[in-house]
T-cell receptor
Framework: AQSVSQHNHHVILSEAASLELGCNYS??????LFWYVQYPGQHLQLLLK??????LVKGIKGFEAEFIKSKFSFNLRKPSVQWSDTAEYFC???????????FGAGTRLTVKP | GAVVSQHPSRVICKSGTSVKIECRSL??????MFWYRQFPKKSLMLMAT?????????EQGVEKDKFLINHASLTLSTLTVTSAHPEDSSFYIC?????????FGPGTRLTVL
């Protein structure tokens, strides 16, 4: 079964700083990769996803992620964060041959105004 | 994308009682729904896969008799926490799969006193 690890538990940045959140997965086959965001008091929302094609994926709110197959990574980036980006971010993976989504432990991002 | 609702959004119950949580797909017929549990400061944990018209598939370590899942129609899956205990207090989230993308409900916060 696949697994996902997120390296940073809590990241604190100032507004306008650049963001990169790490995500690595382990799975022997083809995967679909996702980043979700959970704002305080709200449910999970999809930021972006990778199924195939261009490994650099652009999502909503200025986020992007790059799939590097050789490194089994799918890091999330944003060039300039805003206070409103304060939230919990989850990386997730679905193996191509099954429907089970596995989540990383999440990274809490705090952006100081 | 699909719209998923959950009811109730919050429930407080006494230890020993049973609680039913509903997950509805409002605009999509879902043969498969998923139930997750989110522990504080931790990621979602897949509890079970709910299959319309058949028995749910439970993840290892999840008690089938404690977390009863019924998926009686293509738009409704229910999770019943039986004989709830304080350690069952958690955030329960359902989702459905559409073309390998997950759509999440808003979650149900269960507090067992």
């Amino acid at each position: 079964a696949q697994s996902v690890s997120q390296h940073n538990h809590h990241v604190i940045l100032s507004e306008a700083a650049s963001l990169e959140l790490g995500c690595n997965y382990s799975y022997g086959g083809t995967v679909n990769l996702f980043w979700y965001v959970q704002y305080p008091g709200q449910h999970l929302q999809l930021l972006l996803k990778y199924f195939s094609g261009d490994p650099l994926v652009k999502g909503i709110k200025g986020f992007e992620a790059e799939f590097i197959k050789s490194k089994f990574s799918f890091n999330l980036r944003k060039p300039s964060v805003q206070w409103s980006d304060t939230a919990e971010y989850f990386c997730a993976v679905i193996g191509y041959n099954n429907n089970d989504m596995r989540f990383g432990a999440g990274t809490r991002l705090t952006v100081k105004p | 994308g699909a719209v998923v609702s959950q009811h109730p959004s919050r429930v407080i119950c006494k230890s020993g009682t049973s609680v039913k949580i509903e997950c509805r797909s409002l605009d999509f017929q879902a043969t498969t729904m998923f139930w997750y549990r989110q522990f504080p400061k931790k990621s979602l944990m897949l509890m079970a896969t709910s299959n319309e018209g058949s028995k749910a598939t439970y993840e290892q370590g999840v008690e089938k008799d404690k977390f009863l899942i019924n998926h009686a129609s293509l738009t409704l899956s229910t999770l019943t926490v039986t004989s709830a205990h304080p350690e069952d207090s958690s955030f329960y989230i359902c989702s459905l799969d559409s073309n390998n993308e997950q759509f999440f409900g808003p979650g149900t916060r269960l507090t067992v006193l």
